[in-house]
């Protein structure tokens, strides 16, 4: 079992940086891929960022809509998750989720997760 509750979310101008954290609690963290999704109102749930953590090293993907902006990276011994957000957009508004799972190469999949955080809001004003 995995817990997670996502932190650093708020309100910030367009052209701002904010960085979301996943605080993970368990002992089986290190063994689950991470993602990072995004879901805004009336839309689905959409894929941010992922990282793996296997003994060859740490291989990380992005969406097609965050690459170059966003950085995600992880600490398996604090336990912690991180996302990076710079350059931020309007749409990039949304409530984001933390999620980990078993790594897969559906990696962009939401139900390839099993644990999820709360969720916390991002809101960018133009």
């Known amino acids: 079992q995995v817990q997670l509750v996502e932190s650093g979310g708020g309100l910030v101008q367009t052209g701002g940086s904010l960085r979301l954290s996943c605080a993970a609690s368990?002992?089986?963290?290190?063994?689950?891929?991470v993602g990072w999704f995004r879901q805004a109102p009336g839309k689905e749930r959409e894929f941010v960022a992922a990282i793996n953590w296997s003994g060859s090293g740490i291989t990380t993907y992005y969406g097609d809509s965050v690459k170059g902006r966003f950085t995600i990276s992880r600490d398996n011994a604090l336990q912690m998750a991180y996302l990076q957000m710079n350059n931020l957009k309007p749409e990039d508004t949304a409530v984001y989720y933390c999620?980990?799972?078993?790594?897969?190469?559906?990696?962009?999949?939401?139900?390839?997760?099993?644990?999820w955080g709360q969720g916390t809001q991002v809101t960018v004003s133009s």
């Open positions: 368990g002992r089986t963290f290190g063994r689950y891929a």
């Open positions: 999620a980990a799972g078993y790594y897969s190469s559906n990696y962009y999949r939401p139900r390839e997760y099993d644990y």
